[in-house]
């Protein structure tokens, strides 16, 4: 009868187990392909909001269950939540957006995540863009059409302005005909595949292991940037090489480590002068890649995401820029930058609590690719909308979490729980 009674249990222990590793992985496909869906319609609203709600219970219960919940991280993330539902009255649709996201940055950081499996669904889709924009490139060049990956059908209303490019690959989002070919694969638009591999790419070269699999791997997810044509994809690519190249290339983990005073050694040095030299040449003989710089350089890649969050603020003053105009006022948001964006809707201090959980990351001792990361999202800010915007937001605040995931199986559960955290985050 003993041996029944343990047999059972041990049953019953297997299957709650298989369940919770089903939910966890689940959650992170989910935060994997979330910042895809939320541009396409559902059966109710848009289909990110669906899924996300869909599995809410099932997270929310895997939390409650926890024995031990740990908040401290997100604790920022609540305060600019309690803000922005608030700050202009109180704002339900807000307030339950921002609280479905702190649901899963709760889940991410108390492990109701895989964020090994998070880490390797990205990658493969960053692979997979890649593989999908190459074909496409020899479709349009070799076979005269362009190869549609978007389901334009599919979209929502307000996506409608990307549909000529999904489309053709030459028509921009004003509706002018592109100098050259920019396809994107099964992403929107260039800067939104960007966007989606900065995460992958950061971690793969400047964390602790680094081997021919993951160079390979970094070099294929650089190549799916290029090839995008995206100018601020390209200045975030060279950014992270040139961070790998200068403190963090090495053949062992010591020789890995980011000291300032390796910036001025002889290794580093050649670097630099290699990274500048294919520069050039590139930018010489490759017109794509020329094409792009110069959206960047002299052109308005910059210029339109700068120029209008400049006017809006010029309208700000007193209160207003205090705390901003809340969001009735309508803005075009394809354009402006997640800064802009966030100061003239709910001003300087819903700005300080957007950026207080990065420069947290940032003196907090998580793991360096973590730091560089909230580093490098804090620079994405002042270019791109996507920061701010809540999908984006759950994707790259995920991956500043999953550092502080690993930082709190270093300190309270042992060296042997972070190595097999690491493992999994790694294993392909």
């Not at 989910?30 to 669906?50: R, T, V």
């Not at 791997?217 to 961070?243: E, H, K, P, Y």
Request: aromatic residues 14%.
């Amino acid at each position: 009868m003993g041996v029944l009674r343990r047999n059972t249990y041990s049953s019953y222990t297997e299957q709650k187990e298989r369940a919770t590793a089903i939910v966890d992985e689940l959650n992170a496909l989910l935060l994997g392909i979330c910042p895809i869906l939320q541009h396409y319609q559902g059966i109710f609203m848009e289909l990110g909001s669906e899924v996300l709600i869909l599995m809410l219970p099932l997270t929310a219960l895997r939390l409650l269950v926890k024995r031990k919940l740990y908040f401290q991280p997100i604790l920022p993330c609540i305060l600019y939540a309690l803000y922005v539902a608030t700050a202009h009255g109180l704002a339900l649709h807000s307030l339950a957006r921002e609280a479905i996201l702190l649901a899963y940055y709760a889940a991410v950081l108390n492990g109701c995540v895989d964020i090994g499996r998070l880490f390797r669904i990205t990658k493969i889709i960053a692979l997979f863009a890649f593989a999908c924009m190459l074909i496409q490139y020899l479709c349009y060049y070799l076979l005269g059409f362009h190869l549609q990956l978007v389901p334009t059908g599919l979209l929502l209303d307000n996506a409608q302005q990307w549909v000529r490019l999904a489309q053709t690959g030459v028509i921009s989002v004003t509706g002018s005909r592109m100098a050259f070919y920019r396809p994107s694969a099964f992403f929107l638009e260039p800067s939104h595949l960007s966007i989606y591999c900065i995460p992958v790419l950061t971690i793969l070269l400047t964390s602790n292991r680094f081997g021919k699999r993951e160079i390979q791997q970094a070099v294929l997810i650089t190549l799916s940037i290029l090839l995008s044509t995206s100018g601020l994809g390209i200045a975030f690519a060279a950014a992270a090489w040139l961070m790998y190249g200068a403190v963090y290339y090495g053949a062992d983990d010591q020789g890995r480590r980011a000291r300032v005073r390796e910036l001025l050694r002889t290794r580093s040095v050649v670097f630099l002068l290699f990274f500048v030299l294919l520069f050039v040449v590139l930018y010489a003989s490759v017109g794509v890649f020329r094409s792009s710089v110069n959206r960047v350089l002299f052109g308005n890649a910059i210029d339109a995401r700068t120029a209008t969050g400049i006017r809006l603020l010029q309208m700000l003053s007193g209160t207003s820029l205090l705390f901003g105009r809340g969001t009735s006022y309508q803005i075009s948001s394809w354009n402006i930058s997640g800064f802009f964006y966030t100061v003239f809707q709910y001003g300087i201090v819903g700005l300080v609590l957007s950026y207080l959980l990065y420069f947290n990351t940032l003196r907090k001792k998580v793991r360096r690719e973590y730091r560089l990361l909230a580093f490098f999202i804090i620079l994405l800010s002042f270019f791109t909308v996507h920061t701010f915007a809540a999908y984006y937001r759950l994707y790259l605040v995920s991956f500043v979490l999953c550092g502080y995931r690993i930082r709190y199986c270093e300190g309270d559960q042992g060296q042997k729980a972070v190595g097999n955290l690491r493992s999994r985050v790694w294993k392909t």
